[in-house]
């Protein structure tokens, strides 16, 4: 009979506890993940070349720390092919032996990694200002392959060339997110970069695009 109360008595004492327990487990982290339309310095530099007049896309994962900040990551890439000749022409206009030619691919990739602090004091507004900061990877890279002229040869040498280029810079700027129903979201995002090696020049970005949280 001892033993039965005993073991009534820690249930009861448990139970609570128990309780507390289940109610204290952290909420389930919330992802979101997002597609834009992005550009940026070098994005349009790659494309200026390139007829094309649809801007490259961003992907972006985000987590979400708590109701106000979240960290997010974001990648764009862009590629732009080309080609061109020309007939080499003598100093009175013309043609001579030989042709230039070229056949080339510029290549941009933007890595983002962000911060994000939500300005807006209503959380529930359907409508949410963000400030946004951290930094910015850009690599950019060229190789083009054809024919010179060379003059004191008097013939089209064949040429093989290739260049890579990194900017890192801190950025910062506004986001605004609009609710367009649970767990979706139209999303605007500009930022100001400062390339960290040479501090005086200063590039913008932009994006705009969907983003949908997980979790709601």
Known sequence: MLVRSIAVGVALLSAPLFSLAQTTEPETPRYYIGVSAFTNFSQRLSRELDKSTV????????????????????????????????????????????????????????LTALGRYTVTRNLNNRFQLDGIGGFTLDYETYKGRGYYYDVSQGASVAFDRSSKTYHKALSVGPSFRYRLFSGLEAVGEGTVNMDLRSPRVVTTSGAVGLRYRFGH
Do not use: E
């Open 55 to 110: 801007p490259p896309l961003q992907l972006t994962l985000g987590y979400q720390l708590n109701p106000r900040w979240a960290v997010q990551l974001g990648a764009a890439y862009s590629s732009s092919p080309g080609s061109y000749s020309v007939n080499p022409r003598d100093a009175n206009g013309n043609v001579v032996a030989g042709y230039y030619s070229n056949n080339y691919r510029n290549t941009a990739l933007t």
